[in-house]
C-alpha cells in the first residue's frame, strides 16, 4: 500500500512543474528591464509600450546587455520579444 502511495506521489510530482516566478533587473544607466528566474543561466529583456509593464523610461538609442549579474549569479539575455520598443522610436 506504501509502495503504491509513493508510486502517486512520484507519478504527480512529474506532471505539476515546480513553478518558478520570475523576477527583474533593470540596468541603471539604460534603464532596460531584464526578467530572469533564480536558478537559471537565461535572461529576456522585459520592455513594453509606455502603457505596458516593462522599461516605460527607455527612451533614444538602447542597448542592450548581453550579461549581467545579480547576487553573485550571471545571467545571459538571449531573447528580446518582438515589438517590444515600438514606441521608444
Not at 516566478?21 to 531584464?34: F, L, S
Not at 533564480?38 to 513594453?48: D, E, I, L
Not at 522599461?55 to 549569479?73: K, R
Amino acid at each position: 500500500m506504501i509502495t503504491k502511495h509513493l508510486q502517486l506521489i512520484v507519478l504527480l510530482s512529474m506532471l505539476f512543474p515546480i513553478v518558478s516566478i520570475a523576477d527583474v533587473w533593470q540596468d541603471p544607466v539604460t534603464k532596460v528591464n531584464y526578467e530572469y528566474t533564480s536558478g537559471q543561466k537565461v535572461a529576456s529583456v522585459k520592455a513594453g509600450d509606455r502603457n505596458a509593464s516593462g522599461s516605460p523610461d527607455v527612451t533614444g538609442n538602447i542597448a542592450i546587455l548581453s550579461s549581467f549579474t545579480v547576487g553573485g549569479n550571471e545571467y545571459t539575455v538571449t531573447s528580446v520579444s518582438r515589438g517590444r520598443f515600438r514606441d521608444h522610436f
